[in-house]
């Protein structure tokens, strides 16, 4: 049996692009329902580090984000996107929220690098990219957990409803557009109709096995909470004849997979005394200048002659003093398993065998399966240069020291943030067609057809899911209402 429901916007996803549109519709004096599919919101948003970016000044911010999207997003949608910035503090401000500056490295870790700014300063109108704010909630938790508990309050006292356990399957479209949406749930299919449109915020595809396959090239794991992006608003959007963009652009940063966790532990290390190596055992970067959200650009490389990715995982390599200095995985709040304590001198993962000890490198070298030999050679090198300061990838001398038995290993992957990829959208936040054309009254926002490409330059997406999320609400708002469900 189909029960139905009605409103003039319909959400799909209530994360954080998902609540700020059903609010900002609201606010534009439309009725809306948000649909979610599991028991309850957040999504990403609260487990991210809540970042959001300041800018210094908009037209060469503008040009600058552009540039990082190598020409895939138009200099139209991030001018929008610069100026919807500059109106986030105030409107965090207007609907409860406070706002806080954010130290760009609020702990100091020698892996990965932190980028004070955006990540990619090199680009033309970098200097226009300023440093970062975040949203501090009553209970002051700090990181996306306070800017969701901002959001979800604020949906809260619109009385705005939220359909909890509601997989939304199917967009509704007739002559005049999107109309509607189909859901599914326990006790029975969802159909709401739309009066005045649609904004699909369900997320990107961190937990679709397939579609990473297909657009990312590999299976990786993610940050994020198990099982919420599955990309079905990209299968909707495509559905309606949606155009796709930036389907192979992800952030993710280096992790740990270990067994009884779906979702990666972030990687942090506190120590100078490391090295990543590659299943030859040979390193391929500088460890200590490996931007946060570039794991993915660092180890995803397809060997030409094997036909095997040699770095995907990778091993991290590290001493006693290491392992001593503090846990391995990052204490930042980023990632569904920062509630899950990880032990402060690495001993309680080291009895659960997830990180692998030796009392000399051949014999961590066994158990790693990692070639002796090779391992040994890498390891000279790094401890000489450590001593003449001429490392062969750049690596600078007061970041590493030499390491001294005994010494562990720990299998270490890229691991998905987010993806990016999805329906293309332009600066009203439509949603495009092939043809480039609005499909009429579907709207998106966030991370669901980003408008970031492979280059990712920090504080970018919580910015983008509340400037998007705001212009999509609004504008859906705004449509004529059909008035016939």
């Not at 390193?283 to 946060?292: D, G, I, L, P, S």
């Not at 990880?342 to 080291?350: G, T």
């Not at 300061?389 to 299998?411: K, S, V, W």
């Not at 992957?413 to 009429?440: H, M």
Request: with cysteine.
């Amino acid at each position: 049996m189909t029960m139905s429901k009605k409103a003039d916007v319909v959400v799909i996803g209530f994360g954080g692009a998902g609540a700020t549109a059903a609010i900002a519709a609201h606010d534009a004096g439309a009725s809306v329902i948000i649909l979610e599919k599991t028991e309850s919101g957040g999504g990403t948003t609260q487990e991210s580090s809540g970042n959001i970016r300041i800018i210094a000044d908009q037209d060469k911010a503008a040009r600058h984000y552009c540039a990082l999207t190598l020409g895939t997003t138009p200099l139209e949608v991030m001018r929008v996107f610069t100026h919807g910035i500059s109106e986030i503090p105030g409107w965090i401000e207007k609907i409860g929220g406070q706002i806080q500056p954010t130290p760009a490295d609020p702990i100091k870790y020698f892996f990965p690098y932190i980028a004070p700014t955006t990540s990619y300063p090199d680009f033309v109108g970098s200097e226009g990219i300023g440093g970062r704010f975040a949203a501090k909630s009553e209970g002051d938790e700090g990181g996306g957990a306070a800017l969701w508990r901002v959001l979800q309050k604020a949906v809260q006292q619109r009385k705005i409803e939220v359909v909890y356990n509601a997989r939304a399957t199917r967009l509704i479209k007739n002559d005049d557009g999107i109309v509607g949406v189909t859901a599914r749930r326990s006790d029975g299919d969802i159909r709401v109709g739309a009066n005045r449109g649609v904004v699909l915020a369900s997320g990107g595809f961190s937990y679709n096995a397939d579609m990473q396959r297909q657009f990312i090239g590999m299976e990786i794991a993610a940050f994020s909470p198990p099982g919420r992006n599955s990309g079905d608003g990209i299968k909707m959007a495509q559905d309606v004849g949606a155009d796709l963009w930036h389907m192979s652009a992800a952030v993710a940063g280096f992790g740990y997979k270990v067994p009884g966790y779906e979702a990666a532990f972030c990687a942090g290390i506190l120590s100078e005394g490391f090295l990543i190596v590659d299943q030859n055992a040979r390193r391929y970067m500088n460890e200590a200048h490996v931007e946060f959200h570039s794991g993915l650009l660092s180890a995803q490389v397809l060997d030409s002659v094997a036909g095997k990715r040699y770095r995907t995982p990778s091993f991290l390599i590290f001493d006693e003093k290491t392992r001593l200095s503090g846990p391995i995985a990052t204490r930042v709040k980023h990632s569904y398993n920062q509630r899950f304590k990880w032990s402060e001198d690495n001993s309680d993962e080291i009895e659960k065998g997830w990180i692998t000890s030796g009392p000399s490198l051949g014999g961590l070298a066994d158990k790693l399966s990692l070639p002796e030999s090779e391992l040994q050679a890498t390891m000279n090198r790094f401890n000489a240069a450590c001593k003449n300061g001429n490392d062969e990838f750049a690596r600078d001398r007061n970041l590493m020291r030499p390491l001294q038995g005994p010494l562990y290993g720990i299998p270490i992957w890229p691991a998905l943030s987010n993806t990016q990829g999805g329906p293309r959208r332009n600066e009203k936040a439509q949603v495009l067609d092939v043809f480039g054309n609005p499909i009429a009254r579907l709207y998106s926002a966030g991370e669901l057809g980003s408008i970031w490409g492979q280059l990712y330059p920090g504080a970018g997406n919580v910015s983008e899911c509340i400037v998007f999320g705001r212009i999509a609400g609004r504008n859906a708002a705004q449509e004529p209402s059909l008035r016939f469900v």
